[in-house]
C-alpha cells in the first residue's frame, strides 16, 4: 500500500548488511524528511565512490588515483609490510596510531570450501613485493580465524622459501583490553595463557 | 587518510538516524563491494523518492500521485477516519489488517514547547473532512506519549464541538501481547488495570 517510489528505496535500503525491514522504513522516512539537498549527497556520494574509487596499484587498498593515500605518503617506512585481508583492516590499524609501515590488503582469506585459492588473493603481487629486497618485516594482521589463521601460514611459508632474510609477525592474541577473564572465551584464554610475559 | 570519496560515504551515510560511524564506515565497504547496478539502485531509489514523492491531497498520507494509494482505494470505508502522527504510524496500522477505513496524517503532534501548534498540523483539514459528513468514527491513533495525548484530547473536543454525532475513539492502552507484568513501567500497568475487561 506504500507508495512504488518508497517500497523501492525501503527494498534497496533492506539490501544494506545489518539493515532490516524496519529500519529501512525508518531511514527512508528520514530520507523522505530531509532536504533535497542533503538526501542527493547522499545520492551523488554513493555515485561517486563507485565511479572513482579503485584498487591502489601497489598494497590494492582503496584509492582515487592510482596509488593509495599511504603509499603516496613518503613519511611512511617502506621497509615494513602489514597485511590485511580487507581494506576496512587498513582503517582499523590507522586507528591505533601505532603503525607507519604500508600495507598490502589481500582481498580476503584463503577458504577452499568456498573456493579462495591463493591465486583469488593478492599473495603473488605481495611475494614480489617482497622480492625488491626492501622489506625488512612483513606483519601478517589476518584475522585470529580459522580462515585467516590458515592465511597467515601459508604467506609465512612462502615467505620463508622466497625471502629468508625477511621477519614474518603475527599480531598478538590474547584477552582484549578492559575485557574480564570471566566473559573471555576459552581458545583466547588459553592464547593468552601460551604468550604471557614477564612483568 | 581515506580517499575523500569514501570519507565524503561515510559522512553522509552518518547522518542518517541510528547510523554511527562504525556502520556507516562498514556500509560504506559493503556499496564499494557491491556491482555498479546495484549502488546506483540505490542512489537513484533515493533521488526518485525525493522528486516523486509528494502529500496526498486528502489525508496527507506519501504519495506518488494527488491521492495516495489507500485514498484512491474504492473498497476501504470512508465512514472511518484513523487519524495518525506521521506516515509510518500508517504503515504500522496497515501491518496489523485490522482497520479498512481511511487514514489522516497530522504531520506531528502538538507541542507547545516546540512551538508545534494547531495551526501547524493538519487538524483544521481533518475538521474540513468530517464537515462532509460522510465520517461516523474518528479513530484517534496518535502516540500514547504526552504530546500524542494531548493533541488527541485537541482534535476529540473540536469534533465534539462541530460534529457530535460522530463517535471519536482512542487505541487501547495497556500491556504489550506476550510482554511481562515484571517488565512493565507502573504507568502502563495503571493503565491496564484501569481499562480492565470481563473474561
Redesign the interface.
Known sequence: ??????Q??V???G?????GQR?A????????RTS?E?????????????E??RLCEVCFN????PR???CQDERRDTATICVVE???DV?SI?RTHEFRGRYHVLGGALSPIDGVDPEDLKIAELFRRVDGGEVREVVVATNPTTTGEATALFIADGLRERAPSVTVTRLASGLPVGGDLEYADEVTLGRALAGRRAL
Do not use: S, Y
Open positions: 500500500m506504500q507508495a512504488p517510489p518508497v523501492r528505496l527494498t534497496e535500503l539490501k544494506l548488511p545489518g539493515i529500519t522504513q525508518r531511514l527512508a522516512f528520514h530520507i523522505l533535497p542533503e538526501a542527493n549527497a547522499l545520492a551523488d556520494a554513493i555515485r561517486e565512490v563507485k572513482r574509487i582503496l584509492a582515487d588515483e593509495c593515500r599511504i580487507e581494506p576496512n582503517i590507522e
